[in-house]
């Protein structure tokens, strides 16, 4: 049945692989849609949300699933079972639940089982290199945060996420930062300073590589916005390309999409800076400061 057992990654990525899964079965057996969301009294909508991860799963409703694909070993059963189990489990960032929106809780949970992120940032620091009175600065100034205890929980919250790069499951991380986001005085020189001298210090790790797009440069950083690009270790998943707008995200998953960013960013590496000279210039606009 190809069924994958186990997965490292958080809930999200295991609803995925669920998700995946089942639509595989369905489609082995022939069966459609709308036959499918009928043996568990529900939508064609509804199941093609489940087979793209996007709600939660009955364990009820997955065992009705695999009766009608033909999955009646216990062994088989028991697998797939176990995973909507799994693929319902709580994850860390639940608790901030309160202050996290809808569409960013999914890249939260992506993010937390990704193996490699590509981005690209025009306006900001990357959130998993920010240092806390940066990310403070930059939700204050965005002025829809306004409370200061939910302001200090939007920061725990972004600290939180940083434990990603150093924790035993870290995942490489190759940023594209352009000078903008150097340049603009976020909250003033002291604490841009303290911002620079966090990305020295985090791409000194071996699995961060960033780079900048400096003034001047020719190419795609004219065209493309800010993006990221999720890739996983999971054969079964695709990559995910990351839109983020002022009230709501986009999530592309589609191959010939996805192919164009990754274009996109082999453009942005080749016109930014090397790592080396990149840590030249982070001297340059700290001294500057």
Same mark, same amino acid.
């Given at each position: 049945m190809g069924t994958t057992t186990q997965t490292s990654g958080g809930a999200t990525v295991r609803r995925l692989l669920l998700g995946t899964q089942l639509r595989r079965l369905r489609?082995?057996?022939?069966?459609?849609?709308?036959?499918?969301?009928?043996?568990?009294?529900?939508?064609?909508?509804?199941?093609?949300?489940?087979?793209?991860?996007? /709600?939660?799963?009955?364990?009820? =409703?997955?065992? =009705?699933?695999?009766?009608?694909?033909?999955? =009646?070993?216990?062994?088989?059963? @028991?697998?797939?079972?176990?995973?909507?189990?799994? @693929? *319902?489990?709580?994850?860390?960032?639940?608790?901030?639940?309160?202050?996290?929106?809808?569409?960013?809780? *999914?890249?939260?949970?992506?993010?937390? @089982?990704?193996?490699?992120?590509?981005?690209?940032?025009?306006?900001?620091?990357?959130?998993?290199?920010?240092?806390?009175?940066?990310?403070? @600065? /930059?939700?204050?100034a965005g002025g829809h945060v306004t409370r200061p205890d939910e302001i200090d929980r939007r920061v725990e919250l972004r600290l939180r996420r940083q434990r990603l790069l150093t924790g035993d499951r870290a995942p490489s991380l190759v940023a594209v930062l352009d000078e903008a986001a150097l340049r603009r005085p976020w909250g003033g020189p002291e604490l841009m300073r303290g911002q620079i001298d966090r990305l020295l210090e985090l791409a000194e790790l071996p699995n961060v590589r960033l780079q900048v797009m400096p003034f001047g440069a020719a190419g795609l950083s004219a065209e493309v916005g800010a993006f990221s690009l999720l890739g996983f270790a999971e054969p079964e998943l695709a990559d995910v390309v990351y839109l983020e707008q002022f009230t709501t995200a986009l999530y592309l998953d589609r191959p010939a999409e996805v192919a164009e960013y990754h274009h996109a960013m082999d453009g942005l590496l080749a016109d930014s800076l090397s790592p080396a000279l990149t840590r030249d210039l982070l001297h340059t606009v700290r001294g500057e400061l």
């Open positions: 489609e082995a057996r022939g069966v459609s849609r709308e036959e499918a969301g009928y043996s568990i009294r529900a939508s064609e909508s509804k199941i093609s949300r489940m087979e793209l991860g996007r /709600v939660g799963f009955k364990e009820r =409703d997955v065992a =009705d699933l695999l009766t009608l694909y033909g999955v =009646d070993a216990e062994q088989e059963r @028991a697998t797939v079972l176990g995973l909507v189990r799994a @693929a *319902n489990s709580s994850s860390w960032w639940h608790e901030y639940g309160d202050i996290l929106p809808t569409w960013f809780q *999914n890249y939260v949970g992506l993010e937390e @089982a990704v193996a490699r992120i590509h981005s690209y940032e025009v306006q900001f620091v990357h959130g998993l290199l920010q240092t806390a009175d940066y990310a403070r @600065a /930059v939700i204050t």
